[in-house]
């Protein structure tokens, strides 16, 4: 037996021993969110949301099932969530091309139309205009002296164009002259005797009106009164024609006395043609079978180009304007209709269509004694060749337009399809994820407070 002292280092050196073997335990930190990785391994942190987002920090493998699968959602979720946005931003593009192809050939249609305004229809074989009278104006200028023999026109006409040019009695000297003379026509459906639209839209008495400069010189030398108010016989334009040569009203027109068209013109165009906007339907296209404006389908050959008022206004933006304003020409009866949503300022078709101002339908047939009409013009541009080249050009670049919308258009709709789709499949995802975020929901982010200044 060892005695107690013998006994006592033993006990000492064991009890050392110990204190080495069996460190004193120490608390285990607290989780903090900047600690995530520390705190997924303590095994009272481990089945918390921030275990499952350390875990999907830092790729470690999450042990709890519920984790896992949530995991999963949020990652299909964002994969969706990519492909909307992917979607989105090619539906945007497209959409960009498509508005940019559609203000092209609307661009395209506005200068196809104005050249085709400026070529006519290209009757005569005569590559110049000429200042001598073709014979579709002395037609008109015998038809008037010999069917309205007893007329104001028929005086005017009698003086203008058989008269000497310096030999004009001082009633008509300011007379410019009458409005079936002071204009043309390109196309002999707007003209001949089987359509007469613009001669039948102003009617005779508007065809067979004089025309005057000014209202002084002009309009009060043509007619005198006596003094109990009645025309004199004697005076005026009667004096010219003889006493009791005339018979009827007839209508004069006062340039200077017109409110005249104070926009722009086409550019380059020795026509003076008004640039007035075209019609045009909810998807910015010119209606079909739209040909032009009344106005601008009037040729007005060079001496009367020089007629102008004494604020320089010419018989285009003034006579012209004042009688057809927007007056829009249709191919048919049909493509009128169609525009009527695009109709201001009335409309006529070459088939023998007419809507006057203020929706007023004409129905019925052309009136055959409808006689007086504008003449047709031989006019061709010096440039015939470079026109007709531009205008092949611009309708081949159109077409090139229309072909690549019409394939861009398509993958738009397919691509809006499955947008759609996707979006579908996205709300069902979400629908079934909502009793995950329910049970597990996210903590709000704590939001600084502003001290008040």
Same mark, same amino acid.
């Given at each position: ?78 994969? $969706?969530?990519?492909?909307?946005? $992917? ?16 203000? %092209? ?5 506005? %200068?196809?139309?104005?050249? %085709? ?72 459906? &707007? ?6 639209? &613009? ?115 010419? &018989? ?21 209709? %169609? ?10 078709? $070459? ?53 690549? &919308? ?48």
């Amino acid at each position: 037996m060892f005695s107690p002292n013998q006994q006592m280092p033993a006990v000492h050196a064991q009890a050392k021993l110990l204190s080495v073997q069996v460190p004193s335990p120490s608390p285990s930190p607290s989780p903090t969110p900047t600690n995530y990785a520390a705190a997924a391994q303590n095994d009272s942190y481990s089945h918390s949301p921030y275990a499952a987002a350390a875990n999907v920090i830092h790729g470690m493998p999450n042990p709890n099932p519920a984790f896992s699968h949530a995991e999963s959602l949020v990652s299909s979720s964002k994969k $969706l969530e990519d492909e909307l946005l $992917l979607l989105g931003r090619n539906i945007k593009d497209h959409e960009e091309n498509i508005e940019y192809l559609k203000t %092209q050939i609307s661009s395209l249609d506005d %200068q196809i139309t104005d050249i %085709q305004v400026t070529l006519g229809k290209k009757h005569s074989s005569s590559p110049h205009m000429t200042e001598d009278k073709d014979l579709s104006e002395q037609a008109t200028v015998e038809h008037i002296m010999q069917h309205h023999n007893k007329s104001a026109a028929s005086i005017v006409c009698q003086f203008k164009y058989h008269g000497a040019h310096d030999d004009h009695p001082a009633a008509i000297k300011d007379v410019v002259g009458v409005v079936a003379t002071l204009g043309k026509v390109y196309d002999d459906k &707007l003209s001949s005797m089987d359509g007469r639209l &613009l001669s039948e839209y102003l009617g005779v008495d508007t065809m067979l009106a004089l025309v005057c400069m000014t209202y002084d010189d002009g309009v009060k030398a043509l007619e005198t009164y006596d003094t109990e108010g009645a025309v004199s016989k004697s005076c005026g334009i009667y004096g010219v024609g003889g006493s009791g040569f005339m018979e009827g009203r007839f209508n004069v027109i006062c340039l200077e006395n017109l409110r005249p068209y104070v926009g722009e013109f086409m550019a380059d165009d020795p026509q003076r043609r008004l640039a007035l906007v075209k019609p045009k339907l909810p998807n910015d296209r010119s209606p079909p079978g739209f040909l032009g404006f009344a106005v601008n389908m009037i040729h007005i050959d060079i001496p009367h180009l020089s007629s102008l008022t004494s604020n320089g206004y010419g &018989l285009r933006e003034t006579l012209f304007y004042s009688l057809f304003s927007r007056l829009q020409v249709y191919r048919s009866r049909a493509h009128m209709l %169609q525009a009527l949503p695009c109709i201001s300022d009335g409309a006529i078709s $070459l088939d023998g269509g007419i809507i006057r101002t203020n929706g007023v339908f004409v129905f019925g047939n052309m009136e055959k004694e409808m006689d007086v009409r504008f003449a047709i013009s031989s006019y061709l541009p010096e440039n015939l060749v470079e026109i007709e080249n531009k205008l092949k050009e611009l309708k081949w670049e159109k077409e090139t337009l229309v072909e690549t &919308l019409q394939i861009e258009e398509p993958i738009l709709a397919n691509i809006r399809y499955t947008f759609e789709f996707k979006k579908q499949d996205f709300v069902r995802f979400m629908a079934q994820c909502s009793p995950y975020a329910m049970q597990y929901p996210v903590p709000a982010t704590p939001r600084r407070s502003t001290p008040r200044s």
